[in-house]
């Protein structure tokens, strides 16, 4: 044996081409666009009383601005007891707010829907 090492080029690092660097570019603009649009989005939980009882509800509206307070509201009852809302991350109820709507959560359908 020589002592002699053959190396082989698997791959050679370069800069992208200006098509997929322009591309590069716009999803990182969609990206800082969508996180400023989700930081307009105020999430609390409220509760309710009812004739039955108080019931934990999450809303998920967007924060103070130009007609906020006069946002419809959509009403999500999870049909309880054995299930529970909680305040993660919604795709859902994030874009229902983007639109211009309140979004209700109750953590107790089961008040909502049992109180005969």
Request: charged share 20%.
């Amino acid at each position: 044996m020589s002592g002699k090492v053959a190396w082989t080029v698997i791959d050679t690092p370069g800069l992208p081409d200006e098509g997929k660097f322009h591309r590069f570019l716009k999803s990182v603009s969609h990206h800082l666009a969508v996180r400023n649009a989700l930081r307009t989005i105020q999430t609390d939980i409220e509760v309710v009383g009812t004739s039955v009882g108080d019931i934990e509800t999450i809303v998920i509206r967007r924060k103070n601005g130009p007609g906020a307070a006069k946002d419809p509201c959509i009403t999500q009852p999870h049909g309880g007891p054995h299930a529970a809302s909680s305040t993660a991350f919604s795709p859902t109820s994030s874009a229902l707010v983007l639109e211009g709507c309140k979004s209700a959560i109750s953590n107790d359908g089961y008040l909502l829907t049992n109180s005969g």
